[in-house]
């Protein structure tokens, strides 16, 4: 009985250092590291659009001893609505994705899971945003054998869906 509740209490412990990690690290003061959960996103439908080539911003392939990449996106016109990280054949892990805006601030979306091979993941950006200059996927490939791939999509705003908002 002593055991199952010491168990039960470095349990408890264990639980409440991971949940209060986030604030430890980043730190709860610094505003320009907001939540994407708190931030007013825009709702455009998703739809097959957003696998068309004109929407392909950049294509890297992920080292497979290095765990982060700055891929540098180019110049747009228009507003983003959303951006779409895509896998190749191998799939890999994104540990977090920080999505940096032309006028300095930054967003960080968390861990975002194993991404399969040609699946993806959906970063919603913040309605009237900077535009996006650069994004910095923290990732872990699954084999250092085979080479990783990552595309990044992004799919401007439609005039029709902004003029319904």
Known sequence: MGTLTILTV?????????????????GADEAWRTSPSSLPQNRQPQTEERY?????????????????AYVQLPRYAGALDYLELRAGRTPFTLRDVEVRFA???SLHTGSR?????????V?????GSAKVIAVIPHYQ????????K??????PV????????
Not at 141 to 148: G, I, Q, V, W
Not at 150 to 155: A, I, R
């Open 158 to 165: 439609h005039r029709g869906w902004q003029a319904m908002r």
């Open 52 to 68: 068309q080539q004109r929407n392909e911003l950049a294509e890297v392939h992920l080292d497979a001893f290095r765990q982060r």
């Open 141 to 148: 490939t699954a084999s250092f054998r085979a080479p990783a």
């Open 123 to 127: 970063i919603d950006l913040p309605r």
């Open 150 to 155: 990552l595309e990044v999509f992004g799919v």
């Open 10 to 26: 470095l349990a408890a412990t264990a639980t409440t250092a991971f949940a209060d990690h986030g604030t430890a690290r980043y």
């Open 103 to 105: 006028d300095g601030t």
């Open 113 to 121: 899971g194993l991404v399969e091979a040609h699946e993806g993941r």
